[in-house]
């Protein structure tokens, strides 16, 4: 059985630092592209970041420049590190396994201003 586990979110103030984890299981994760969104209350899920099974990575606009996705295959782990945050980054940030079609169940950050 495939799962994802994220961890690491947390509260902190506007302009720190936080690194979210994804540990998968079940999964061959190192043939997977991996993906970072993240939903507020209410809001659709937006995509956040990504890396193919190949260590390329894409970013969506609003985070270019401030986060950075990458993997550890060897320990089946997707990293978030997030810097630079603002109050727009607060929301709950969820892992997605495009070939196993599957996603962990979020991790809340929460950027104090």
């Known amino acids: 059985q495939v799962r994802l586990v994220e961890s690491g979110g947390g509260l902190v103030q506007a302009g720190g630092s936080l690194r979210l984890s994804c540990v998968a299981s079940?999964?061959?994760?190192?043939?997977?592209?991996m993906f970072w969104y993240r939903q507020g209350s209410g809001n659709t899920r937006e995509w956040v970041a990504t890396?193919?099974?190949?260590?390329?990575?894409t970013y969506a606009q609003s985070v270019k420049g401030r986060f950075a996705i990458s993997r550890d295959n060897a320990k089946n782990t997707l990293y978030l590190q997030m810097n630079s945050l603002t109050d727009g980054d607060t929301d709950v940030y969820y892992c997605?396994?495009?070939?196993?079609?599957?996603w962990g169940q979020g991790t809340k950050v929460t950027v104090s201003s």
């Open positions: 997605f396994d495009r070939r196993e079609v599957k």
């Open positions: 079940g999964s061959v994760f190192w043939l997977s592209a």
């Open positions: 890396i193919d099974e190949r260590g390329i990575t």
